[in-house]
Every structure is written in C-alpha cells, then in structure tokens.
C-alpha cells in the first residue's frame, strides 16, 4: 500500500507492528521510537523500503554463525537507521524481500 493512502498515525502504527513483532525487538515502543516512525513519514520514506530494512536487519542478526556470541537485543527502532539507509542507497528487489521473510519464518514462529 503506497505511503500516500496512509495517514500519519496509521503509517507511524504499521511500522511500529512490524517492529514489535520481530525477533530481538522489545515488546513494546517508547516515544522516540514513534517519532522516528513518524520522521520517515514525513520523508516519505515507501513501506517497501522500511521493510526490506527490518527484515534485512533481523535476517543478518538470527541467521548468523551460531557459534559466535550472542548479540544484545535491540531496543530501539534507531537500531535499523544505518540499514535504512543502505537499503535506500541500494534498494532489495522484492523477491529478495520474500525470500527474507521465508527465511525468517522460523524465528517469527518463536516469538
């Protein structure tokens, strides 16, 4: 759905359901994560890109040599900012975008 049909609160509610409900992510947002949501809306910053980023993100984090140490959670949506914007600059084709999700199926089945 293009970022224009959306008003403000339901764009800033969409990215803050996507980001609860990944892994790693706290239960619930504080204000500035809702102000960041609401920063991209007013750059108008496309669902599709705001995706890509989060799952890109997650998928790098659960999908990495379990052998290595455990990573701290993440506790804020400020967390995925340079992945924003490396997704920006090179933007994820939507079949790598499923494929992520497919791939993370299994970890978004834990939570």
């Not at 970022?3 to 969409?14: C, G, K, M, P």
């Not at 499923?98 to 834990?110: D, V």
Request: glycine residues 2%.
């Amino acid at each position: 759905m293009p970022n224009s049909e959306l008003t403000a609160s339901e764009y800033v509610a969409r990215v803050l359901a996507l980001y609860v409900s990944l892994p790693q992510t706290p239960a619930r947002t504080h204000l500035t994560d809702r102000h960041l949501a609401a920063q991209w809306y007013t750059q108008a910053l496309a669902w599709e890109v705001i995706e890509g980023a989060l799952l890109l993100a997650v998928a790098r984090r659960c999908l990495r040599d379990p052998q290595m140490p455990p990573l701290q959670p993440i506790r804020s949506l400020h967390y995925f900012v340079p992945v924003l914007e490396e997704v920006q600059a090179t933007p994820l084709a939507p079949d790598y975008v499923r494929y992520l999700r497919g791939k993370l199926a299994p970890f978004l089945a834990q939570i």
